[in-house]
């Protein structure tokens, strides 16, 4: 998975614009395109960023193997043999800037910025949309799972109702930025040192001849802290029973049964019971494990409810991102090479939201002095020195000009980071650990009321004067140009 070649992982209009763009000449003509989406998930008033790793991957190994070659001359578009050569030594030369995995981040900044030739920085667009896309999609699900889950543990169970393998994985390694304590994933284990936990399936009990004998057996296989699925049966009447049975016997023999995993039925009654038959037995240690299409908003429930639950396990819910299935990030040009000068360009749309911020920008996380707080995003020129120097800055909001205000005392951090400078990879791509920690530091630098799963409070994101202004001034120019 790590090494593999995913040069055609494209949408052939790309290639088709690469090939209609070197028969013109102009392939090799410089772009910059930003990534970023519109709209927050789910309702929540953030998101987490993740992809970037994959993202790096890709790019690193992008080659058009001999296979794909002949692939290409097949197709209907009798691509010239000429231009296949040239893909025949096709690397990635570009410069990429990125936000780092674990960021909190909003709509409508860039996430991803890539300038390069038109040839590279159009073949890139579909793979890196669609890694930034899902990886985010899931972290930002799993970190609303987090708030609400709180201290307990969470396990991600999701594997065999994702869709496909690279979801369950990358789906896996995106839970664990956003808090998920393990997976039950082995190959996400393997691949990313997730910490892997597993119980035991229905299965285990049935072909057995009592439940019983099953949770004796398994128990006895296992070392100790094993977990015994008690709702085969009958949960009160026959699973907690006889697991309590298992875990005297345990005892007696010197090990400790680790939990217990409820799995169907009123889950807050159901361990609110078994949690006093546990502790009337003596087995305060025993913990419970839930599962059973959980989500944010049950857990938020059953916890409300009083349920005595301490590990979640989460699958569909969370690895399908079943309540919205897709991130709408894009992938948008904002400068372009015109007789040897770098200009911006814009899309226009009737759709207000849909109209591009043009020129080539960064992303300022303004913390304030004395809470220590993000104040607002910044987004401005990369050659604008203002709000990096501290300067008194007027913040606006870019569709309602009205709101606005000043700010004085703070300090900017710059949110995108140099990964690839002319081809050349100069990121060191952290290690998971490092991402989920920076990830808590990220969440540590926003009041609550941005990270409450219900109405949050809307974040600061602001155009600079001058990015704003270039953007009306493009808009008015193209208004004019149609009323000629
Ligand atoms: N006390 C509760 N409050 C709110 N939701 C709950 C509570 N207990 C369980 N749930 C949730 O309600 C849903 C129950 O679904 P369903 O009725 O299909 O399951 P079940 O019949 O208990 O078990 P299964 O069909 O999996 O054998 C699950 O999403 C579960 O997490
Ligand atoms: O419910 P999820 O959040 O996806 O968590 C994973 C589910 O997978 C297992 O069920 P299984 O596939 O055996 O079938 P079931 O849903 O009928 O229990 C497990 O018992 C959980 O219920
Ligand atoms: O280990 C478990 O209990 C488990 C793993 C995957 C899916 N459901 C449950």
Redesign the pocket.
């Known amino acids: 998975m790590q090494s593999e070649n995913l040069a055609l992982h494209t949408d052939k209009y790309q290639i088709n614009m690469m090939y209609a763009h070197w028969i013109n000449g102009t392939h090799l003509r410089k772009a910059v395109f930003e990534a970023y989406f519109r709209k927050l998930p789910f309702g929540n008033g953030f998101a987490v960023f993740a992809g970037l790793e994959r993202i790096v991957k890709y790019i690193s190994n992008l080659r058009f193997t001999e296979d794909d070659l002949s692939y290409l001359a097949k197709q209907e578009e009798n691509y010239k043999p000429e231009f296949l050569e040239l893909l025949r030594d096709f690397r990635f030369r570009g410069t990429m800037h990125s936000m780092q995995e674990g960021a909190v981040v909003f709509p409508n900044e860039p996430l991803i910025r890539i300038e390069g030739t038109i040839l590279e920085t159009q073949l890139v667009e579909t793979a890196l949309l669609n890694f930034m896309n899902f990886q985010t999609l899931i972290a930002t699900k799993a970190s609303r799972v987090k708030r609400v889950a709180e201290n307990d543990v969470l396990l991600e169970?999701?594997t065999?109702?994702a869709q496909e393998a690279d979801a369950a994985i990358w789906g896996a390694r995106a839970a664990y930025i956003s808090g998920f304590d393990a997976t039950s994933n082995m190959l996400a284990g393997e691949i990313f040192g997730i910490p892997t936990k597993g119980t035991h399936?229905?299965s285990w009990v049935q072909i057995f001849d009592s439940e019983l004998e099953a949770f004796e057996v398994y128990a006895k296989a296992l070392p100790d802290q094993v977990s015994l699925l008690v709702d085969t049966f009958d949960t009160l009447q026959s699973g907690v029973p006889n697991a309590i049975k298992t875990a005297k016997k345990l005892e007696a023999m010197g090990k400790r049964l680790g939990s217990i995993r409820l799995?169907s039925g009123d889950l807050a009654y159901l361990s609110i019971k078994a949690r006093k038959m546990l502790d009337d037995a003596g087995l305060p240690y025993v913990k419970i494990v839930a599962?059973?299409?959980?989500d944010e908003n049950t857990i938020f429930n059953l916890k409300s409810q009083g349920a005595k639950i301490d590990i979640w396990?989460?699958?569909?819910?969370l690895i399908t991102a079943a309540d919205q299935p897709a991130l709408g990030g894009v992938y948008k040009l904002v400068e372009r090479e015109k007789d040897g000068k770098m200009e911006p360009t814009i899309k226009i749309s009737g759709n207000p939201e849909k109209v591009t911020s043009p020129g080539k920008k960064d992303v300022l996380r303004l913390i304030n002095r004395d809470s220590g707080k993000a104040t607002a995003d910044y987004i401005c020129f990369t050659h604008e020195q203002h709000a990096r120097s501290g300067g008194k800055l007027r913040l606006f909001d870019p569709v309602h000009p009205y709101i606005k205000k000043s700010v004085t005392d703070y300090d900017t951090v710059s949110m995108l980071q140099l990964v690839f400078d002319e081809g050349k990879l100069v990121y060191d791509l952290p290690t998971l650990e490092e991402i989920r920690e920076f990830h808590q530091q990220q969440l540590n630098l926003f009041w609550p009321e941005y990270l409450r799963k219900l109405n949050p409070e809307k974040y600061r994101i602001n155009l600079s004067q001058e990015a704003w202004e270039l953007k009306q001034k493009m808009i008015e120019d193209y208004m004019n140009l149609q009323e000629e």
């Open positions: 169970f999701g065999r109702r399936a229905h799995d599962s059973n299409d959980l396990g989460v699958g569909t819910q």
